[in-house]
């Protein structure tokens, strides 16, 4: 089965700087990647997500890079604010009918 | 759309107790997912339902656990008898419909077996 793996674990920037998280799957067959935001206490909420056709996306100040050769995505999140604090996830699934597979995490703290 | 919804939000029990989590998913969505988070093992998938129908329970740990979906606005996850290693946040989770890949998440349910 997938197996996501996400690094780093925890992750500190000062306010203003890029803060970047890496993820790698194991299964080929996996097309569709989802980034997840959990704030304290609160349930993930979806932020981003990039399907296989696709080498990048961005949304404002994020972007999520795909690279289906290596079997690894990136999350980029430009011009980070203190709000930006919170534990993220990468996931992977194939389309629909399979579950996401999550990586452990990665605990953004931006220092004001 | 009120989105998924959980009951209770904040569950206290006494180990050996009887609980039973609740969740109404997104109307329209013909997934559910039950999962398990835990500082030590982050977010676990328990069991999975289409159409109501469990696909995959792999992830249940134990025959103490229980899922059923007997229509599609309703799903629950039953825990007989609870222990405290079963204190965690309990999330449910729909997908389907017209974004047929995003998946939401419920609020949650905080258990703690005392």
């Known amino acids: 089965g997938e197996n996501v793996e996400q690094h780093p674990s925890t992750l500190s920037v000062q306010e203003g700087d890029s803060a970047v998280i890496k993820c790698t799957y194991s299964?080929?067959?996996?097309?569709?990647f989802p980034w997840y935001k959990q704030e304290l206490g609160k349930r993930p909420q979806l932020i981003i997500d990039?399907?296989?056709?696709?080498g990048e996306k961005k949304d404002q100040r994020i972007a999520v890079t795909l690279n289906k050769t290596a079997k690894h995505f990136s999350l980029h999140i430009t011009e980070t604010q203190p709000e930006d604090s919170a534990v993220y996830f990468c996931?992977?699934?194939?389309?629909?009918?399979?579950?996401?597979?999550f990586g452990k995490g990665t605990r953004l703290s931006v220092i004001a | 759309d009120a989105g998924v919804i959980q009951s209770p939000r904040h569950e206290v029990t006494e180990m050996g107790q009887e609980v039973t989590l609740r969740c109404k998913p997104i109307?329209?969505?013909?997934?559910l997912f039950w999962y398990r988070q835990t500082m030590m093992r982050g977010l676990e998938l328990l069991i999975y339902?289409?159409?109501?129908?469990?696909?995959?329970d792999s992830g249940m740990p134990e025959d103490r656990f229980s899922a059923k979906m007997p229509n599609a606005s309703f799903s629950t996850l039953k825990i007989q008898p609870s222990e405290p290693r079963d204190s965690a946040v309990y999330f449910c989770?729909?997908?389907?419909?017209?974004?047929?890949?995003?998946?939401?998440f419920g609020p949650g349910t905080r258990l703690t077996v005392l």
């Open positions: 989770a729909s997908l389907g419909g017209t974004e047929a890949d995003t998946q939401y």
């Open positions: 339902f289409n159409n109501n129908v469990p696909i995959d």
């Open positions: 299964d080929s067959a996996s097309n569709y």
């Open positions: 109307s329209g969505h013909d997934y």
């Open positions: 990039i399907r296989s056709n696709v």
């Open positions: 996931a992977a699934s194939g389309r629909g009918n399979t579950p996401l597979v």
